[in-house]
T-cell receptor, first 112, second 115 residues
Framework: AQSVTQLGSHVSVSEGALVLLRCNYS??????LFWYVQYPNQGLQLLLK??????LVKGINGFEAEFKKSETSFHLTKPSAHMSDAAEYFC??????????FGAGTRLFVKA | KAGVTQTPRYLIKTRGQQVTLSCSPI?????VSWYQQTPGQGLQFLFE???????NKGNFPGRFSGRQFSNSRSEMNVSTLELGDSALYLC??????????????FGQGTRLTVV
């Protein structure tokens, strides 16, 4: 069965520092992988997606993620955090069956 | 292109009542999925519809049901509401095909509070 694990329910960084949000997945078939962001009282917005075309995926707002099959990971990074990046981030996996599985989410705090 | 529209945005209901939530997908999207989001359980998959057919459902009791209309709009219904049903209900549409379903576009959700 497919699953997604996000390491760290809360991550705090200083403005300008590197952002690293960790995601590991479990899947018996090649997965589609996604990162979504959610701002308070809003729905989820797609940041980026991996669909096997390239292992390094660039998304919106300066975020990117690298698919590492050997580590079953899809960590999200951003070189320099901005105050506006404070939100909750969700990693998700789709492997068929018309059902996307989401991780528990990581709340990112950005300190001035 | 208009996004996914969910109505109403906020709802307060009493235990034992029933509620119907509505979702209008992005034009041209034929797949609609529903999720329940709570602080303790995160995002839990409820069901997915494509061309008026339910293709998958999550592990929720029969009190939770849904349907999709010929114009792809979808509704979900919760009967005999319980306090634990209080949550943000999210709808997502997808430019799906008959055999696959990727990249969900989410609405802003309906915040349901059961008192």
């Amino acid at each position: 069965a497919q699953s997604v694990t996000q390491l760290g329910s809360h991550v705090s960084v200083s403005e300008g520092a590197l952002v690293l949000l960790r995601c590991n997945y479990s899947s018996s078939v090649p997965p589609y992988l996604f990162w979504y962001v959610q701002y308070p009282n809003q729905g989820l917005q797609l940041l980026l997606k991996y669909t096997s075309a390239a292992t390094l995926v660039k998304g919106i707002n300066g975020f990117e993620a690298e698919f590492k099959k050997s580590e079953t990971s899809f960590h999200l990074t951003k070189p320099s955090a901005h105050m506006s990046d404070a939100a909750e981030y969700f990693c998700a996996v789709y492997t068929g069956g018309f059902k996307t599985i989401f991780g528990a989410g990581t709340r990112l705090f950005v300190k001035a | 292109k208009a996004g996914v529209t969910q109505t109403p945005r906020y709802l307060i209901k009493t235990r034992g009542q029933q509620v119907t939530l509505s979702c209008s997908p992005i034009s041209g999207h034929r797949s609609v999925s529903w999720y329940q989001q709570t602080p303790g359980q995160g995002l839990q998959f409820l069901f997915e519809y494509f061309s008026e057919t339910q293709r998958n459902k999550g592990n929720f009791p029969g009190r939770f049901s849904g349907r999709q209309f010929s114009n792809s709009r979808s509704e979900m219904n919760v009967s005999t509401l319980e306090l634990g049903d209080s949550a943000l209900y999210l709808c997502a549409s997808s430019p799906s095909t008959r055999s696959d379903n990727t990249e969900a576009f989410f609405g802003q959700g309906t915040r349901l509070t059961v008192v």
